[in-house]
């Protein structure tokens, strides 16, 4: 719960009350009606046994101002790369958790912005 909880204070994900989980809703490009979700969930390495071999993993969270959270990031003490990677996909930027997991933050061309108001996470 403890890795949770700093997702939630950091990026800003709404996790469960439980603390571990988030969902997010979306339809089926092909038939609009069809809802599925997308299931996120932060168990840290002491809180689950993983089994033989460690997990790899990156998460690509999509954000609305990588400078504005990196920024953050940093003052918050938090590890972040020095490195900022611009291409016609958008703006890229990685850190890591308490854990070590590398994380990448991804700032999509103006074109692919949400329009709705959201938090520093789309």
Do not use: C
Request: aromatic letters at 12%; a positive charge.
């Amino acid at each position: 719960m403890k890795l949770a909880a700093w997702y939630r204070k950091n990026l800003g994900l709404e996790v469960s009350p439980r603390g571990q989980v988030a969902t997010w809703d979306w339809r089926s490009p092909r038939n609009r009606r069809r809802v599925g979700s997308t299931l996120w969930a932060a168990i840290g390495n002491r809180e689950r046994e993983w089994g033989p071999g460690s997990p790899s993993a990156q998460v690509n969270y999509r954000v609305d101002d990588l400078d504005r959270l990196l920024s953050q990031l940093r003052r918050a003490g938090i590890r972040v790369d020095g490195q900022i990677e611009e291409s016609s996909y958008g703006r890229f930027g990685w850190g890591y958790d308490p854990e070590g997991n590398r994380f990448e933050l991804w700032e999509p061309p103006r074109r692919y912005r949400s329009p709705e108001k959201h938090t520093p996470m789309e």
